[in-house]
C-alpha cells in the first residue's frame, strides 16, 4: 500500500492495472461504447435531411425575397431599410398566407351552418292582442319592438314584415262605407312613412315581397301590373310587368304577355325573350324557349346549358335533375337524369325511369 505522502505519476500507471469498480466487465465495456464520441458526426435519416433541406430553401427564399424587397424600396424611395424588418414583414404574410390558405378551403368545402340573427335590424315585428271588437272577439295587431321587449314602434297594423335595409312593410286596414280598405306601405324605425306609395290588396293575394338579400330592391304590385320600390321609398324599375320575381344577385325575370325575359337594376332587358323562366338559383335560372325546351342561363344572362329537357329542376348543390320525353305523347316514357352545372350528363337520360335522388330536387311539371 503506497505512503500517503507518496505522489503517484499518471505516467507510472498503466491501464492493465486499474480495476474496474462493476461487476461485469461486459457491461463496462458496453457502458463506456455508449459515450457519444463528440467529434462524431450524428447520424440523419432520410426524413431528417429532407426536412433539414426544405427548411434551409425556405429560410434561403426569404433571404432572397427580403433582399429584393429592400431594393425595390431603395430604388423608389432612394432609402435603405434594414433587411431585419423585411424579413420580418416577409414571414408575417407568410404565416397570414398559410392560415388561410388552410381556412378558406376547409370553410368552403365544410357544412354550410345556418346563422339566425333575429334582431339584425335592432327590432323585430311582433303581434299582440290589443282589445276587442264590438262582438267581443279579440283584436290582434302588430308592431315593432327591441331586444328587451320594449315597444318601439306602436302595435296599430294588420301585417308586417320585418325591417330590412333601415325599412319595413306593414298593413293598414282603413274602415270604408261598406268595406274596408286595405294596404300595405313603407315605414323607417321611428314609424314614419317613407315615400308615399301604397299598395292595395285585394283578398289575400298581397301585394309587396321583402327586399331581395342582394339588392335594395323589392317587387311591389300596383294597379295589377309588378315593378320594384328601393329603401328610399322610390318606384325604381315602373310596375308595367305582368307578372316578376326577385332580384338574385343582378337580375330579375319579368314577364310581358307570352315572354319571359330579365332586367337588371335599371329595367334594362338583359336575356333573350323565353316562354318560361325561374330565379336564380346557385348562379343559375331555368329557361324554356319557344321549342318548349328547357336549359340554363348563367347570372350574365347567357344560354350555358342548351334546352333540350322536357322538364328541369333548379339545381341544388351543384347538380339538377333533368328529364326527358313529353308527357303525354303516345309511346313516350319519361326517363330522368343529373347534370352539373358545366351541363355534363352525371346520370344518363335515357335509361331510367325514376331516381330516389329525385326527392332532392323539385322537378318543373
Not at 103 to 118: D, H, R, V, Y
Not at 158 to 176: H, N, R, S
Request: aromatic share 12%; net charge positive.
Amino acid at each position: 500500500m503506497p505512503d500517503k505522502n507518496t505522489t503517484v505519476d499518471s505516467k507510472d500507471i498503466k491501464l492493465e492495472d486499474v480495476e474496474v469498480l462493476s461487476k461485469d466487465n461486459n457491461e463496462s465495456a458496453t457502458r463506456i461504447s455508449k459515450v457519444d464520441d463528440p467529434l462524431k458526426k450524428p447520424s440523419l435519416n432520410k426524413f431528417d435531411t429532407f426536412f433539414i433541406r426544405i427548411w434551409a430553401l425556405i429560410c434561403a427564399a426569404i433571404l432572397k425575397l427580403s433582399d429584393w424587397i429592400c431594393a425595390g424600396i431603395k430604388f423608389f424611395i432612394k432609402r435603405d431599410v434594414p433587411r431585419k424588418y423585411v424579413t420580418t414583414f416577409v414571414v408575417l404574410v407568410l404565416i397570414v398566407l398559410f392560415i388561410l390558405m388552410i381556412a378558406l378551403p376547409a370553410s368552403a368545402n365544410g357544412t354550410a351552418k345556418l346563422e339566425l340573427n333575429i334582431f339584425s335590424s335592432g327590432l323585430v315585428a311582433a303581434q299582440k292582442r290589443v282589445g276587442v271588437d264590438k262582438q267581443g272577439d279579440p283584436v290582434y295587431k302588430w308592431g315593432f319592438v327591441n331586444k328587451k321587449g320594449a315597444e318601439k314602434i306602436d302595435f296599430i297594423y294588420y301585417g308586417a314584415l320585418d325591417f330590412k335595409y333601415g325599412v319595413a312593410f306593414v298593413q293598414v286596414v282603413e274602415p270604408g262605407e261598406g268595406y274596408n280598405s286595405t294596404y300595405w306601405k313603407l315605414i323607417n324605425k321611428r314609424g314614419q312613412d317613407v315615400g308615399n306609395h301604397r299598395f292595395d290588396q285585394f283578398g289575400d293575394d298581397i301585394p309587396i315581397q321583402q327586399f331581395s338579400d342582394d339588392q335594395k330592391l323589392a317587387r311591389v304590385r300596383r294597379s295589377g301590373n309588378y315593378g320594384f320600390i328601393n329603401n328610399k321609398g322610390k318606384i325604381v324599375i315602373d310596375t308595367n310587368y305582368d307578372d316578376a320575381g326577385p332580384f338574385v344577385g343582378k337580375m330579375a325575370r319579368v314577364n310581358k304577355g307570352n315572354d319571359w325575359y330579365f332586367i337588371n337594376t335599371k329595367g334594362k332587358q338583359m336575356t333573350q325573350t323565353f316562354i318560361g323562366a325561374r330565379d336564380m338559383v346557385e348562379g343559375f335560372a331555368a329557361v324554356q324557349t319557344n321549342s318548349g325546351s328547357w336549359g340554363f342561363i348563367n347570372d350574365k344572362g347567357k344560354m350555358v346549358i342548351e334546352a333540350r329537357y322536357s322538364a328541369v329542376s333548379d339545381f341544388y348543390c351543384g347538380y339538377a335533375a333533368v328529364r326527358s320525353g313529353t308527357p303525354g305523347a303516345a309511346g313516350v316514357v319519361l326517363t330522368y337524369g343529373v347534370i352539373d352545372t358545366k351541363g355534363k350528363v352525371v346520370v344518363p337520360t335515357g335509361l331510367f325511369t325514376s331516381l330516389n335522388i329525385l326527392e332532392y330536387f323539385d322537378m318543373n311539371k
